[in-house]
């Protein structure tokens, strides 16, 4: 092969795989991914990542189950959550959480494991300087 | 004190402004005591910020409690240890860190390179001075560490009990170091673009900067998933959250940088590529620093929202633009000096394994702001989650480890087929060997991906063997020297290129612990009684009594209550006695509601202690977390009847309640791991981070044939002169 044609063999082949990897990227990414939301916005049955802050007081054990009801992070509408799993440990009231899970008859029924508790806020508090 | 440090601020960003004003003009007006007098500028920024370092590391050791930061971040009853510690946990102190290992590091570059790159270092020079010159903006208009309270609290904050871990001292700063370390490169190549010096020098000059701020970001991605490893609810040691990407991100196209650099060195190819992979580097490691503080991605890393997203995004912005446009007006500048012979070349395979990096970045990218992209393509904020990266990473990983195999085998500019497979035929054997073993005597083969991961660290090994074999035989031949002494003179004095082979075992060691204990971990959890048993895989687990400690916290992380197991693990005639625990602090986040003077040590922060039994064949994890809501109502209501009680009052109610714990104890949650292998990833690190210093430390050959050509230097002027 003369070179210009080998470069033009080289160019295709190494274009023809960055487009396979990049459509590999974006069907896989959108078929596995799940939507993020907040609790006053979720739908019966559908799977949801939903962030929020847990509602003071309404933490409770139930056997290997957690029970607590986490609100909009600026609003007042909250969900009750089932959870089981591993909890971290800064997970507790007014905390904000994220879980992932669908709703079934109105209670937020958590995946195992897939509590994610923030880091308090405490430490970004605004100076009264 | 706090006005001195604000000053040293100040007059800091002036020395930022001048730095760059004063090498500008003189590269430009070829008046090099202005390049000069910029250049002792950028010292002076290093003494000031070394200062205010000193200075608000010192109110932190104090306590003094005047000092926002402090009151924010320390308390009295913090430990020194995590008092000193506890500068970079607040957003302010971070910058300062940042600034100040940016000078330190700038005026390291720019005094070794003091009498070479004359065109490129004063541009180097404006560069550095902007960037450190934005940081100290940053903390001048927007978060002043050196900001003071009007009202002194008696009491501060303490640092945040999920902070209090021996890593806080060393994996921050570590990270930061890397960060700030590339841009040192980026610097040297910004200036060669501007300056149309487009050869190797550049890299030549910070070289050995790259490789430190490789080694260094990539120990501090090490160490943070030590921590995560050993604390509950962090998913292990990579759980794939955005900032833990954010921090490989960069390192991945460092490595990129730091292996196709060699390219320009030895062929003069590859120049549009290398500038592009060091900017690129560089804005990733902004990124990284601002994805930590930013909350604009939901991650337990995310201390809640910055004040200063914005300008962080208009600086990357900046960055990028300059970078782009640069690149494109010198690309006539750029052009290889050679073309790619063939693609059994050394050439050829690092730009293989560039792309496969580069691949690898792409696709952790796309997954970590995936929550960005889909909301703006389809308007719905969409998120994947770690089996999703699993799932495209391992293969990239695979092909990574095969690569760093092969490489070293492959000579420049061509090797023969032949020539290929004789150095291949050693290594196969070995590989084919461990893989009938792997199938005949292990269960290995239940997870294929993982299968593949061991034979290729097997090839990997078995290569590395083989140069150090060859090279030391051939050194034996030619100097009669003893193997093992050729072997280490052999490195010596060859500290790349050995050095790069060590790193290249190490990360095949690290990636042998990866597979191995991603695919056959075991984990469980169980709700016990003290007495109760329960059996986990072959292990026999019987938590056999509570323990409930005051101010005697075994991690040393001054935790006031402790409330723990003790529990017997059985495995066969194997007995082993685990202490794991849970540290209660009491709460300072009156945003959850009021907070009692006795309910605040039961309902505060809490951490565990996890107790982990480290081995070279498993690592044995338990954390327990025992059961303390029925003592809240009880806490409640002596609250109300203790509120004005004085401190030992209160303090003896705090122990009462949790005698009344210790004597009826409900059952407590575990959380029990077996996780074979994970040793080797910390030794294949350690490995890697070995390698990388041989690679980096000057040779005595080098420093002897840098003395000499500086003293012929002078004998030359001298002479002349004369």
Redesign the interface.
């Known amino acids: 092969m003369d070179p210009a044609r080998k470069k033009k063999v080289r160019l295709v082949v190494a274009l023809g795989v960055a487009v396979a990897l990049a459509s590999a990227l974006i069907y896989t990414s959108f078929s596995a991914s799940t939507e993020a939301s907040k609790p006053s916005q979720l739908k019966e049955g559908r799977s949801y990542e939903v962030t929020g802050k847990v509602v003071d007081g309404s933490v409770r054990h139930s056997g290997d189950a957690l029970l607590f009801r986490i609100r909009d992070r600026d609003g007042t509408a909250s969900v009750p959550v089932r959870y089981t799993g591993e909890v971290p440990d800064p997970f507790r009231d007014g905390r904000e959480v994220i879980v992932k899970g669908e709703l079934r008859d109105g209670t937020f029924e958590g995946q195992r494991d897939s509590l994610v508790t923030k880091c308090p806020s405490k430490f970004t508090k605004k100076k009264n300087s | 004190m706090a006005g001195v440090g604000s000053a040293c601020l100040y007059v800091a960003l002036l020395g930022a402004v001048y730095a760059a004003g004063a090498s500008l003009y003189g590269v430009r007006a070829g008046r090099s005591e202005f390049v000069v007098s910029g250049r002792r500028a950028i010292y002076c920024m290093a003494a000031l910020l070394t200062f205010a370092m000193g200075l608000l590391e010192a109110a932190f050791l104090r306590s003094d409690f005047s000092f ?1 930061v402090v009151a ?2 320390s308390s009295t009853d913090t430990p020194t240890f995590y008092k000193a510690a506890a500068m970079w ?3 302010d102190g971070s910058l300062l860190l940042w600034a100040f290992l940016l000078t330190v590091f700038a005026s390291t570059v720019l005094y070794v390179t003091r009498r070479s790159l004359r065109e490129i270092a004063p541009y180097a020079t404006v560069v550095l001075a902007v960037i450190a010159g934005f940081f100290l903006l940053l903390m001048v208009g927007w978060e002043n560490p050196f ?4 009202q002194v609290p008696a009491q501060g ?1 303490g640092l ?3 902070l209090r871990h021996p890593a806080m001292m060393i994996h921050p700063p570590m990270l930061y170091t890397g960060y700030v370390g590339f841009s040192i490169p980026f610097a040297f190549a910004i200036g060669a673009l501007i300056a149309r010096r487009t050869g190797a020098d550049w890299i030549r000059a910070t070289r050995r900067f790259s490789l430190v701020a490789w080694t260094f970001l990539g120990a501090g991605i090490m160490l943070g998933a030590l921590w995560s490893y050993t ?4 998913g292990g040691y990579w759980a794939w959250d955005p900032v833990e990407n954010a921090s490989l991100m960069p390192w991945l196209v460092g490595t990129a940088f730091i292996h196709s650099i060699m390219v320009q060195e030895k062929r003069g190819m590859l120049k549009v590529w290398n500038v592009s992979l060091i900017c690129g580097t560089f804005a990733l490691a902004l990124l990284g620093t601002f994805l930590v ?1 930013s909350g604009v991605l ?10 200063i997203g914005v300008q962080f995004l208009v600086f990357i912005a900046l960055v990028l633009v300059v970078s782009v446009v640069l690149i494109l007006s010198r690309l006539p500048d750029l052009k290889s000096e050679a073309r790619l012979d063939s693609l059994l070349s050394r050439e050829a395979f690092f730009l293989l394994n560039n792309l496969v990096l580069l ?1 690898l970045a ?2 952790i990218f ?2 970590t702001f ?2 960005l992209i ?1 909301e703006a393509l389809s308007g ?6 770690p ?2 990266f699993d ?2 990473a391992t293969p990239l990983a695979l092909v990574l480890v095969l690569l760093s195999g092969i490489g070293p085998l492959v000579a420049w500019r061509r090797i023969t087929p032949r020539n290929l497979k004789r150095a291949l035929l050693a290594p196969l054997v070995f590989t084919g060997i461990v893989l009938l073993v792997l199938v005949a005597f292990s269960n290995a083969g239940q997870s294929l991906p993982s299968l593949a991961m061991f034979c290729f660290v097997a090839f990997v090994l078995a290569v590395v063997a083989q140069e150090f074999w060859r090279g030391a035989r051939a050194r034996r031949v030619m100097t009669g020297e003893a193997l093992p002494r050729a072997l280490v003179r052999l490195a010596g004095r060859n500290r790349r290129r050995y050095g790069g082979y060590l790193v290249h075992a190490g990360i095949a060691v690290l990636f042998l612990g990866v597979a191995a204990s991603s695919a056959f971990i075991q984990q469980k ?1 169980v ?1 016990l009684k003290p007495g109760q048993t329960a059996r986990v895989g072959d292990y026999k687990l019987t938590y056999q009594r509570v323990t409930a400690d005051l101010g005697a916290d075994r991690a040393g992380t001054g935790a006031p209550i402790s409330i723990g197991g003790v529990v017997k693990l059985r495995k066969g005639n194997e007995v082993r006695t685990l202490r794991p625990a849970r540290n209660f602090y009491p709460a ?2 009156a ?3 009021p907070i009692g003077p006795i309910s605040q040590f039961f ?6 202690e996890v107790d982990l039994r480290w081995g070279l064949r498993r690592d044995l994890w338990l954390a327990i ?1 025992p ?1 303390v ?1 029925s003592l809240v109502p009880v806490a409640r209501k002596l609250d109300m009847r203790l509120a004005g009680a004085d401190t030992t009052t209160q303090a003896r109610a705090v122990a009462a309640l949790t005698e009344i714990y210790r004597r009826d104890p409900p059952p407590a ?1 575990f ?1 029990f791991i077996v996780s074979p292998f994970v040793a080797w990833i910390w030794i294949g690190g350690a490995i890697a981070v070995l390698g990388a210093l041989v690679a980096v430390w000057p040779s005595p050959e080098a420093r002897l044939r840098r003395v000499t050509s500086i003293y012929a230097a002078r004998l030359g002027r001298e002479l002349s002169r004369a």
């Open positions: 926002a924010e971040g946990a607040t957003q900001s003071t309270l009007s904050n945040n009990p999920l604390e509950l609810g962090w503080r939901d991650s337990i890393h995310a201390f809640g929202a910055s004040t691949g792409l696709v796309w997954g995936f929550p889909s719905e904020k969409q998120s994947v989650g089996p999703w799932r495209l959890d709700r300072r986040d945003s959850a509601g309902e505060g922060d809490a951490n565990s977390r059961d809501s949650a959380r």
